[in-house]
């Protein structure tokens, strides 16, 4: 290990049956290192194994990587400050190398986008310092749990959502069609944002600015557990999680297919319906994302540009041998005076319509720009037809309810 490292050397990792977590730091201060010393010299919770004063960014230090995988340390603590780039690559070489450890980010400062910049780097926990020993203890709790605790696996449904074209209105839908699976039945629902720029599911539902999104999520895939999980969800009043989109128009960042793969697969263990409101097109996250889809719904209008893009869609897709039993045509805005007729429609697609979802676009507009988006009651036919849609998917409701009432208070209002 050399002399820059402190005094205490790499041990052997716990003995079975040991309940002390073991514990390394990585460039702790000296008013870190002390505090951690004291802590865990209380109440025997943890052993620190190592004090590393340097950062393992460099091949020089692949023999210490080595020693510390066979130790199979339970948490490492690595103190930002002294050099956050540094520390960022520190903190992404263990992720992928120790892969059972637990990685704590610590610093003075808690940015916003310094805890982001870690947790995409791997870190579970980020400890402001001064750190406290409550703090530490929790966080140390959290990552006992993770280990300890059985997860009921749920192995949820997980159901695509993309337009023929732009404006066919799938968000509209897919933040109703969520909102009902979780209020009305009871169903745990999350709704993904997929798009990489400008989603709107956030907007139309009133949610604030919220740092994590979905592709966030999926470039910790390495992290992934139920604690990590709900620091990047946000919550909806109708009991509906939701993964928005990133805020604002950002740089394109490459999420691999393969990520995408690994997060719908350990999300589809957490809910029982997983809604996917996909941007227009076949780019690879979307592809992952189809891959791993039960269903596909491709959402139209009555119109020949939409049509003619479903049967393109189709074609493209049949050609790579996807299920065709697993694409579904919805129609959007539908209306018997439409200048395209259903019977049209099918001939042209060659495929039955799964569903028809009424044009009451007025109404729908106007609660959307209100920001009560699922406010119509049960009254309304688009209301009526979504509530449709939702029992063919779970089932009868959990229980009786007055519906004008409850659905009034999905958004709180």
Not at 67 to 89: F, G, S, T, W
Not at 244 to 251: F, L, R, S, V
Not at 292 to 304: F, G, I, M, W
Not at 351 to 379: A, H
């Amino acid at each position: 290990m050399g002399t820059e490292n402190r005094t205490k050397p790499l041990e052997p990792g716990k003995m079975p049956g040991q309940e002390t977590i073991s514990l390394i730091t990585i460039c702790a201060d000296e008013d870190f290192a002390g505090r951690l010393r004291r802590f865990v010299a209380v109440g025997n919770v943890a052993q620190i194994r190592a004090e590393l004063q340097h950062y393992l960014s460099g091949e020089s230090d692949a023999g210490l990587i080595e020693q510390l995988n066979q130790k199979r340390p339970d948490v490492c603590i690595i103190d930002m400050d002294r050099d956050r780039e540094a520390a960022i690559r520190t903190a992404e070489r263990i992720r992928d190398t120790l892969t059972e450890t637990v990685l704590m980010a610590a610093s003075s400062d808690s940015k916003p986008d310094l805890i982001l910049q870690a947790m995409r780097a791997g870190c579970t926990e980020f400890l402001v310092k001064p750190v406290t020993r409550d703090q530490l203890l929790e966080a140390l709790a959290r990552t006992s749990g993770r280990k300890k605790e059985p997860h009921e696996t749920l192995n949820g449904q997980i159901l695509a959502m993309m337009g023929a074209k732009g404006g066919a209105g799938v968000t509209c839908l897919a933040i109703h069609l969520g909102g009902l699976l979780a209020q009305r039945h009871g169903r745990k629902t999350l709704l993904i944002d997929l798009h990489p720029n400008l989603g709107d599911v956030a907007l139309y539902l009133r949610q604030d600015r919220h740092p994590y999104s979905f592709y966030d999520l999926s470039e910790n895939t390495h992290r992934l557990d139920g604690d990590l999980l709900q620091g990047f969800l946000v919550r909806h009043p109708s009991g509906m999680d939701i993964l928005p989109a990133p805020e604002g128009i950002e740089p394109s960042r490459h999420v691999s297919g393969e990520a995408v793969k690994r997060t719908l697969q350990f999300l589809r263990q957490s809910y029982q319906f997983i809604l996917l409101d996909c941007p227009t097109g076949l780019a690879d996250v979307n592809t992952a994302a189809l891959d791993e889809a039960d269903n596909l719904y491709l959402v139209t209008t009555s119109e020949v540009p939409a049509v003619k893009n479903v049967a393109r869609y189709a074609d493209y897709l049949s050609h790579f041998s996807y299920p065709i039993e697993r694409m579904r045509v919805v129609i959007n805005r539908y209306s018997k005076g439409d200048a395209i007729s259903e019977a049209q429609i099918e001939k042209t697609l060659r495929r039955p319509i799964f569903w028809k979802v009424p044009n009451q676009y007025r109404e729908v507009i106007k609660v959307i720009n209100t920001g009560s988006p699922l406010d119509l009651g049960s009254t309304s036919e688009f209301m009526r037809s979504m509530m449709g849609w939702a029992d063919a998917l779970a089932g009868k409701p959990v229980a009786a309810k007055k519906e004008s009432k409850s659905f009034r208070r999905l958004l709180g209002g």
